[in-house]
């Protein structure tokens, strides 16, 4: 057992929720409305650049060299391929930079992003990347379990993203690095303050997806 797979235990009622909420069930099928996916991508953007901001804090917080250096390819790995890689993308779906642009954040997304960044500042590396698991590994777990998809489903892209060994691998070495950051000696009260962390970034995962659905 990881430490992942213990934060994950002690919220398995809302781990199922987001694992199985109505939006991934329709990313799954292929019948989720377009127009669920194509708000949901214009907020995902947006989370991509809170996400790097997420990091800058994290090499605010490194506890050595090696600390610095994750969060600096992580930060560097945002801006300089994967913002480009997602405006591509959303141009496949119809969505110009300038919509990205004039894009407002939802409310789901200002909680889960802001949230994230008030467990780094109030906490450690430690509590930062807890609220950021959900997203980090979560995304990983849903793209494993929607493949392989049925042909002719219209997220397959989006599905053999997640599923790919590159985003796998990457999930393997947050949770390895998340061992490395719980170590071996929390103490009860410390394990239930960053199971509480958990338990509230995955409620707000939830969120995100629903926000998806409620602008179909």
């Keep these: 057992m990881t430490f992942f797979n213990d934060l994950k235990s002690d919220c398995a009622t809302e781990w199922h929720a987001y694992t199985h909420h109505p939006f991934v069930l329709g990313l799954a099928d292929g019948s989720l409305p377009e127009t669920a996916f194509r708000h949901y991508l214009k907020q995902d953007y947006l989370f991509l650049i809170q996400f790097a901001r997420a990091l800058a804090l994290a090499g605010y917080k490194a506890r050595s060299l090696d600390d610095l ?15 480009e890689l997602h405006r591509q993308y959303c141009k496949e ?3 110009s930079l300038r919509d990205l642009e004039i894009e407002p954040e939802g409310t789901a997304n200002l909680a889960y992003t802001r949230y994230v960044l008030e467990r780094g500042m109030a906490g450690n590396l430690l509590d ?6 959900p997203c980090m590994i979560g995304y990983g777990e849903i793209g494993l379990a929607l ?5 002719g489903n219209p997220y397959a892209a989006w599905i053999n993203m997640y599923a790919g060994e590159e985003y ?5 070495n947050t949770r390895t690095y998340l061992d490395d950051l719980a170590g071996h000696t929390l ?11 958990f338990s509230q970034a995955t409620r707000l995962e939830i969120d995100f997806w629903q ?4 602008a179909a």
């Design 187 to 197: 103490s009860v009260a410390r394990k239930t303050e960053l199971a509480k962390t």
């Design 211 to 214: 926000m998806g659905l409620d």
């Design 168 to 172: 796998q691998k990457a999930c393997r």
């Design 69 to 83: 250096y994750r969060a600096k390819e992580g930060m560097q790995a945002i801006l300089d391929v994967e913002l």
């Design 147 to 151: 493949s392989p998809c049925e042909p």
């Design 128 to 133: 930062l990347y807890v609220a950021l698991a």
């Design 93 to 95: 779906w119809g969505i």
